[in-house]
């Protein structure tokens, strides 16, 4: 293992464990999002004749 047990009880590790707990989360709920594009709305122009 690249870290010991002691490096996790310092504030850093601590955070560094927070960090990676986070974007964990974020990988895992970003992955469920599914972006849908609205349906195109239709758009009506009146004409207007210029003489």
Do not use: C, H, N
Not at 6 to 30: C, H, N, P
């Amino acid at each position: 293992m690249m870290y010991d047990r002691r490096f996790f009880q310092t504030k850093l590790g601590q955070a560094a464990l927070a960090s990676t707990a986070a974007m964990a989360i974020f990988a895992a709920l970003s992955s469920q999002i599914v972006l849908q594009t609205p349906p195109p709305v239709a758009m009506q122009f009146a004409q207007v004749e210029l003489a």
